[in-house]
């Protein structure tokens, strides 16, 4: 398959890359403005932005695809085990 190829299957399946990018934008902006962004650590920002990136596709492409809700439900996840590790109790 070629890169054309598969970029145009992603756009119908997602949306147009620059919506989704435009949009992932403005929802970490949001998420960057809250008071404890700065003691969140690598593993949970990088969900953060991940879930706003599905949550992005979801919204600008095809909102039936169940994928992007399972990888939101598995960076969240991630998220988590994060957090239990910061707290000890992994």
Same mark, same amino acid.
């Given at each position: 398959?070629s @890169?054309? &190829?598969?970029?145009? =299957?992603r756009?119908a399946? +997602?949306?147009n +890359?620059s919506? %989704?990018a435009?949009t992932?934008?403005?929802?970490?902006a949001i %998420? =960057?403005?809250g008071a404890? +962004?700065?003691h969140? $650590?690598a =593993?949970?920002?990088? &969900?953060?932005?991940? @879930?706003? $990136?599905k @949550?992005?596709? !979801?919204v600008?492409?095809d909102?039936?695809?169940?994928?992007n +809700?399972?990888? @939101?439900a598995?960076? !969240?996840t991630? !998220? =988590?085990? !994060?957090?239990? %590790? %910061?707290?000890?109790? &992994?």
């Amino acid at each position: 398959m070629s @890169i054309d &190829s598969t970029l145009n =299957e992603r756009g119908a399946r +997602y949306g147009n +890359y620059s919506d %989704v990018a435009g949009t992932t934008q403005q929802l970490m902006a949001i %998420v =960057e403005c809250g008071a404890n +962004y700065e003691h969140l $650590n690598a =593993e949970q920002k990088t &969900s953060l932005f991940m @879930i706003c $990136n599905k @949550i992005a596709r !979801a919204v600008n492409g095809d909102p039936q695809y169940f994928d992007n +809700y399972r990888d @939101i439900a598995g960076y !969240a996840t991630l !998220a =988590e085990r !994060a957090c239990e %590790v %910061v707290r000890g109790e &992994s």
